[in-house]
Structures are given as C-alpha cells and as structure tokens.
C-alpha cells in the first residue's frame, strides 16, 4: 500500500494560480490527480505514466490541459499539480491516487485505484 498526503490546497480568486503536493510512500508507474466537486463524482485530471526509470508520460483530462501542469519530484516521492488561470468550476476536493500498472487505459476511473490520499480542498472565488 502506498501513503498518500495531498497539502496546498486553499482559496483563490479566478485567473489566479495554485500548486497542489502529494506526498508519497513511493513513486508508483501511475500517479494521478483526481478532484471531486460536491454533487458529481470523482475524475481524473491529470497523471504520470511512469514507463520505466527514463520515462514518464504526462496525461491529462481534455477539460483542463492547457491550464494544469503535473509533475514530480522522484527522488522525493512527491507528485504536484499547478493549476493556473483558475475558474470556479476548479473548485473540488482534489486525491491523488497511485497504482503499480501504468496508466493507460483507464487512468481516469477512479474504480482502478486502491491507494488514495485524504485529499485538498480547492475553492476559486468570483
């Protein structure tokens, strides 16, 4: 089981930024961000394929690709997220989520993982 602690999260007006942190256990073949916004169901944003010790794949979902950037820190286990030009509609708790396999297919169905963090809440003001 991989531990996962997600820090960063907080308010910010609209068209601001803000950089997630997850704190891992260890750097797994699939990191990813998820967010959950009350009343719909939890999707994945964006994740790290990591295919092999050289490679590592960036994926993200269509709705936010050109304003989330994910990266990591492997030497120490910590995965981030920066989210820039933020909008109201951002505004979720955010997971990260680990998973042994490499993330395609299916790194977006929060069903295939098992390991989760606690998650931090994101709120973008008006």
């Known amino acids: 089981q991989v531990r996962l602690v997600e820090s960063g999260g907080g308010s910010v007006e609209a068209g601001g930024s803000l950089t997630l942190s997850c704190a891992a256990s260890?750097?797994?073949?699939?990191m990813v961000w998820f967010r959950q916004a009350p009343g719909k169901e939890r999707e994945g944003v964006a994740a790290i394929s990591n295919d092999g010790r050289f490679r590592a794949v960036s994926l993200y979902a269509d709705s936010v690709k050109v304003r989330f950037t994910i990266s990591q820190d492997k030497a120490r286990n910590v995965l981030y997220l920066e989210i820039n030009r933020t909008r109201p509609d951002d505004s979720a708790m955010y997971y990260c989520?680990?998973?042994?396999?490499?993330?395609?297919?299916?790194?977006?169905?929060?069903?295939?993982?098992?390991?989760w963090g606690q998650g931090t809440q994101v709120t973008v003001s008006t």
């Open positions: 989520a680990a998973d042994w396999r490499l993330c395609e297919p299916g790194w977006r169905r929060p069903g295939r993982f098992d390991d």
């Open positions: 260890a750097t797994t073949s699939c």
